[in-house]
């Protein structure tokens, strides 16, 4: 075979080639045409009007999964925390029906401020950086078993970083970035994340219910449940729980003297 034939033989594979690869793209390009599922437009509207932050707050994978779910009729149309209210109104228009009320954003924050210097350790952990593991062992290395246990479990499972460490090493929450999706509260295992309004004054930064003097040996800026907030400020809705002071946040009176004097100075400014 000479050099003419070898290169025709060449040139004819080629041929070969280029027009499978045209007919298989045609056929590629029909099958995704007429073969294509088509969305549902009102999935399309719903996803889109979803903060597409995929926390699973309302219980499903994502957002694209809340909206076909939606968009059926079989769910609530007011899932979505981290959407809010102005999400709220976009998916009842688009499903032609009333927005129900959700009334005030509610946050999460952390109810303890006990760290080193504070608080009292019964033991020195290095095990994983994980709040879940060192709870595993006696309930955490904190002698107060209500409290912060530091290891930033919650900040992994945030989806928008509204959680991170203060100057001095205190997990807090950023109630401005927060979108109220419940994570941190889920991974919690103290259950010191707990809500609280947008709008709330004040905190009790402590979540023992351990009687006062347990709680003083324990940690010197945990709540005693004294009282002296209720007396001082008996309009400002602290109300003493399991020998701890929580706060009704539907009475708008004065709470600045129940902070002020509060003995272990536990109540924080939000």
Same mark, same amino acid.
């Given at each position: 075979?000479?050099?003419?034939?070898?290169?025709?033989?060449?040139?004819?594979?080629?041929?070969?080639?280029?027009?499978?690869?045209?007919?298989?793209?045609?056929?590629?390009?029909?099958?995704? %045409?007429?073969?294509?599922?088509?969305?549902?437009?009102?999935?399309?509207?719903?996803?889109?009007?979803?903060?597409?932050?995929?926390?699973?707050?309302?219980?499903?994978?994502?957002?694209?999964?809340?909206?076909?779910?939606?968009?059926?009729?079989?769910?609530?149309?007011?899932?979505?925390?981290?959407?809010?209210?102005?999400?709220?109104?976009?998916?009842?228009?688009?499903?032609?029906?009333?927005?129900?009320?959700?009334?005030?954003?509610?946050?999460?924050?952390?109810?303890?401020?006990?760290? %080193?210097?504070?608080?009292?350790?019964?033991?020195?952990?290095?095990?994983?950086?994980?709040?879940?593991?060192?709870?595993?062992?006696?309930?955490?290395?904190?002698?107060?078993?209500?409290?912060?246990?530091?290891?930033?479990?919650?900040?992994?499972?945030?989806?928008?970083?509204?959680?991170?460490?203060?100057?001095?090493?205190?997990?807090?929450?950023?109630?401005?970035?927060?979108?109220?999706?419940?994570?941190?509260?889920?991974?919690?295992?103290?259950?010191?994340? %707990?809500?609280?309004?947008?709008?709330?004054?004040?905190?009790?930064?402590?979540?023992?219910?351990?009687?006062?003097?347990?709680?003083? %040996?324990?940690?010197?800026?945990?709540?005693?449940?004294?009282?002296?907030?209720?007396?001082?400020?008996?309009?400002?809705?602290?109300?003493?729980?399991?020998?701890?002071?929580?706060?009704?946040?539907?009475?708008?009176?004065?709470?600045?003297?129940?902070?002020?004097?509060?003995?272990?100075?536990?109540?924080?400014?939000?």
């Amino acid at each position: 075979m000479d050099l003419l034939q070898e290169l025709l033989l060449i040139l004819y594979a080629l041929i070969g080639v280029a027009g499978l690869g045209i007919l298989f793209g045609i056929g590629l390009s029909l099958a995704s %045409r007429f073969l294509a599922v088509q969305k549902n437009e009102k999935v399309e509207l719903i996803e889109k009007a979803l903060p597409q932050v995929n926390c699973g707050a309302c219980g499903f994978a994502g957002c694209a999964a809340y909206a076909e779910a939606v968009a059926s009729g079989n769910v609530e149309i007011n899932l979505c925390t981290p959407g809010g209210a102005e999400t709220l109104k976009a998916i009842a228009h688009i499903m032609s029906v009333d927005a129900p009320e959700i009334g005030e954003k509610k946050v999460t924050q952390v109810h303890c401020k006990g760290g %080193r210097g504070t608080a009292e350790y019964s033991f020195e952990y290095s095990g994983v950086k994980d709040c879940n593991a060192l709870f595993l062992i006696g309930g955490g290395n904190k002698v107060c078993k209500y409290g912060c246990l530091g290891l930033g479990s919650c900040i992994k499972v945030c989806p928008v970083d509204a959680i991170s460490y203060d100057d001095i090493g205190l997990v807090v929450v950023d109630k401005d970035v927060c979108i109220s999706c419940g994570k941190c509260i889920d991974v919690c295992p103290t259950k010191v994340m %707990r809500w609280i309004p947008y709008s709330a004054d004040y905190i009790v930064a402590c979540n023992s219910n351990d009687k006062g003097p347990v709680t003083k %040996r324990a940690c010197k800026v945990g709540c005693i449940g004294c009282k002296i907030c209720e007396k001082k400020s008996p309009e400002g809705g602290y109300v003493i729980t399991d020998f701890l002071s929580v706060i009704d946040y539907s009475q708008t009176g004065d709470r600045n003297e129940g902070a002020e004097k509060c003995p272990p100075k536990c109540i924080i400014k939000n």
